[in-house]
């Protein structure tokens, strides 16, 4: 069974800096892809960023030059370092792992807020 665990949100100042962490444990054979995700209140899930088993990138344009996704060693965990936090970053922030057969898994999010 794969499971997600997020951490590393909280509340920051805007201008501010967080990293999350998301760890994967289970079975990761098959990998295709990892990223991030996030829902404000009130609207849709949106991505993030993303990026790929050979280390390909994608990010939404509002984060761009912002946001940086990234994996550890061990390919087992997925970082987002994010720098010039704005208060419409404001959201829960979703850890995302996709498996070319067993499709995608999802973490149980964690709140990211961002003060004026």
């Known amino acids: 069974q794969v499971q997600l665990v997020e951490s590393g949100g909280g509340l920051v100042q805007a201008g501010g800096s967080l990293r999350l962490s998301c760890a994967v444990s289970g079975n990761i054979f098959n990998l295709n892809a990892m990223g991030w995700y996030r829902q404000a209140p009130g609207k849709q899930r949106e991505l993030v960023a993303t990026?790929?088993?050979?280390?390909?990138?994608n990010y939404a344009d509002s984060v761009k030059g912002r946001f940086t996704i990234s994996r550890g060693n061990a390919k087992n965990t997925v970082y987002l370092q994010m720098s010039s936090l704005k208060p419409e970053d404001t959201a829960v922030y979703f850890c995302?792992?996709?498996?070319?057969?067993?499709?995608?898994?999802w973490g149980h999010g964690t709140q990211v807020t961002v003060s004026s």
């Open positions: 995302m792992i996709h498996f070319t057969f067993k499709g995608v898994y």
């Open positions: 990026i790929t088993s050979g280390d390909l990138t």
